[in-house]
Nanobody, 127 residues
């Protein structure tokens, strides 16, 4: 079983930074891809970033060069460092695990590819 809990969200001014954490209290996910998604009010859930078991990464164009995904397998935790935040980054951010596949470097961007989800953490960026 995988249990994901996000933290680190909050209110920040435009141009500021936040670091989100996703802690897994279940079995190890070191062999699996992990991702961050977000859902803004009135919009569909969208891909933000993903990281493979060998630490390769993939980013949405809208966050490239501003956000950094990382993982610490010893702590069973995934992070999302968000810099130069914009009001349009305001959303609930979700962590997800792709447990149906192991040892893959092919990073998926569709929510349906991920099996476990956290409850989400709110990020609000004021202008």
């Amino acid at each position: 079983q995988v249990q994901l809990v996000e933290s680190g969200g909050g209110l920040v001014q435009a141009g500021g930074s936040l670091r989100l954490s996703c802690a897994n209290s279940g079995r190890t996910i070191s062999r699996n891809a992990m991702a961050w998604f977000r859902r803004a009010p009135g919009k569909e859930r969208e891909f933000v970033a993903a990281i493979s078991w060998v630490f390769s990464t993939n980013y949405a164009d809208s966050v490239k060069d501003r956000f950094t995904i990382s993982r610490d397998n010893d702590k069973n935790t995934v992070y999302l460092q968000m810099n130069s935040l914009k009001p349009e980054d305001t959303a609930v951010y979700y962590c997800a695990a792709q447990t149906s596949v192991q040892f893959t470097s092919l990073l998926k961007t569709e929510p349906r590819e991920y099996d476990y989800w956290g409850q989400g953490t709110q990020v609000t960026v004021s202008s």
